[in-house]
């Protein structure tokens, strides 16, 4: 499909119909021109981020230089507003730019409006793009809601207007959660999309398509036009104006399976002896750059790893289990110290669980725990998250998780629950040491949900050392089933303020429930 400039659309709430539905650039795999007239323009709407008690990251993008300005009020007549000046936005930044807000009331609804001026002149400013967050409460009885998924974009299925493009955002919408973790592959760097793809019916799944994403990402460049893509779909633009997002990343965001140190390419479509560290640093930039996101300043790495506090109720510990692993390999080695997180990272890991006091703590894992992702390369039976398929005693970066999971027994962390996305299909595991060859644990669980818009895949098998027992799965029996033909998930969050008990719901891409599990607070292992 050819790509058909938006018109305005009605969204989820009064005054955002402005700032979801502009009419994109039409030269979209490209930096903005220098020599446009009029004003500068918000085309790919707004997003938040990171919103804390009192604090929250507002993000757009200009298509030319401009001066960034918010406005906040609690109303949507903007009434009595606040005005934040912001960065300079220019081609360092493919004209993109955050803007951090600060001293917010806690737990309101906060509205906000993005303008763009003229840097030679700021009387010219373009139309103000609209959207809206609520704050974290610091008062309990409030209560919190969140979604999380992951997979955008994946195995060349990408915006097919026709079923309404990605329209799981806007069912993630109607439940208006307070914030949406994405759990890992926001781009899918390393796919191409075509204008067509056959169905196994023998119609076509229909793309939107840009010249970004007519090759592999290798360039600066290139991935930012993976990110720019998914913007051009309207759901996704509309949802970002209404829902803040706590970002991670996984593989795709470089290329599938990727660690650190790995060298690939034989010339096509990757050049040979192509370093994936150096693809990583570029699209870490252009992740950074494309998502209101909280880093550590100073830091080469541009750390994604962090704590993301939400009241009293809930932190979420936000983790990378990318930058720092291993290489893939068998994974049945009996010394690990690098494992999938890294040294510094388990370290961080166990005094922030430590420090925290939320009644509940979310450990936000872009891989899984107890299901087994092979990565096979030239005949080897190397493997890409923790698992490995052996039952017995941890092996390889199993250990490092061992020694999380000894950790948070010992230590009687309370309220510990995984939530991650990855493998393409939806599940519920309850990991018991009753059931595994590890017996030095409390039990707890893991929630898989996703994907947002890829190819669905059968259930993974589980490994053992850990005791899982998957209560709930659905996932298609064939590989690579079309957002087309459903298998799309998201998982909800629900925390009570008054008891204090954490509900979770695996969800259908049109919101459906598929799966319910209630977990009471206060405990080491449920």
């Known amino acids: ?39 500068p323009r918000a085309d790919w709407g707004v997003q938040a981020g990171d919103v804390t008690a009192d604090s929250g990251l507002v993000w757009v993008r200009s298509d030319r230089p401009a001066r960034m300005i918010v406005e906040t009020s609690a109303t949507e007549s903007f009434r009595n507003a606040r005005t934040w000046r912001g960065p300079l936005l220019g081609v360092d930044s493919d004209f993109t730019g955050t803007t951090r807000l600060h001293g917010l009331p806690s737990g309101e609804q906060i509205h906000y409006r993005v303008r763009l001026a003229d840097p030679d002149d700021p009387r010219r400013t373009g139309e103000p793009v609209t959207g809206t967050f609520r704050t974290a409460s610091a008062r309990r009885r409030q209560g919190v809601r969140f979604l999380w998924s992951g997979d955008l974009a994946g195995q060349g299925w990408g915006i097919n207007e026709s079923i309404g493009g990605y329209r799981i955002f806007d069912a993630m919408a109607k439940l208006d959660p307070d914030f949406f973790l994405c759990s890992g592959d926001n781009i899918y760097a390393d796919g191409v999309i075509t204008a067509t793809q056959a169905l196994p019916d023998g119609s076509l799944y229909r793309n939107v398509t840009s010249e970004a994403k007519s090759h592999v990402a290798v360039t600066l460049e290139d991935f930012r036009g993976n990110f720019r893509y ?49 693809m990583a640093v570029r699209s870490r930039r252009a992740f950074s750059e494309y998502f209101p996101i909280s880093t550590i300043s100073g830091r080469p790495d541009g750390r994604i790893y962090r704590v993301h506090h939400h009241g009293p109720l809930l932190d979420v510990f936000v983790l990378d289990m990318r ?39 979310v450990i936000a894992a872009d891989m899984p725990i107890g299901l087994v992702v092979p990565d096979p390369v030239e005949g080897k039976a190397n493997f890409e998250a923790v698992a490995q398929g052996d039952p017995g005693a941890p092996l390889g970066r199993e250990l490092q998780i061992a020694e999380l999971l000894r950790y948070v027994k010992h230590r009687r962390i309370t309220g510990t629950v995984w939530l991650t996305a990855d493998v393409h299909h939806t599940s519920a595991q309850h990991y018991d040491p009753s059931r595994a060859a590890f017996k030095d644990f409390a039990p707890f669980w893991e929630f898989v949900s996703g994907p947002l818009n890829a190819g669905a895949f059968p259930a993974s098998a589980l490994d053992g050392t850990f005791g899982p027992d998957r209560v709930f799965v659905k996932a298609p029996t064939a590989s690579n089933v079309s957002p087309a033909e459903g298998y799309q998930f998201f998982g909800e969050v629900d925390i009570d ?20 599990r209630r977990l009471q607070p206060g405990r080491v292992g449920q």
Do not use: C
Request: charged share 25%; hydrophobic share 35%.
């Open 230 to 278: 998914n913007l051009l779909d309207q759901a996704l633009r509309r949802f970002n104006a209404q829902v803040p997002n706590v970002i991670q990343w996984d593989d795709h965001e470089v290329r599938n399976n990727w660690y650190p140190g790995e060298v690939i390419g034989t010339g096509t479509p990757y050049p040979a002896g192509t370093r994936l560290d150096d």
């Open 497 to 516: 303020g008054d008891s204090g008990e954490l509900t979770v719901r695996l969800r259908e891409y049109d919101g459906t429930v598929l799966f319910t």
């Open 1 to 39: 499909m050819s790509l058909s400039l938006p018109g305005r659309r009605s969204v989820l709430r009064g005054s955002l119909a402005a700032s979801a539905a502009l009419a994109l650039p039409t030269a979209l795999g490209s930096a903005p021109a220098f020599a446009l007239s009029g004003r």
């Open 323 to 361: 930058t720092y692993r291993d290489a893939n390999s068998p994974d049945d080695q009996t010394t690990d110290r690098q494992g999938i997180l890294g040294a510094e990272q388990l370290a961080w890991l166990k005094r922030e669980l430590s420090r925290s006091r939320a009644v509940w703590k």
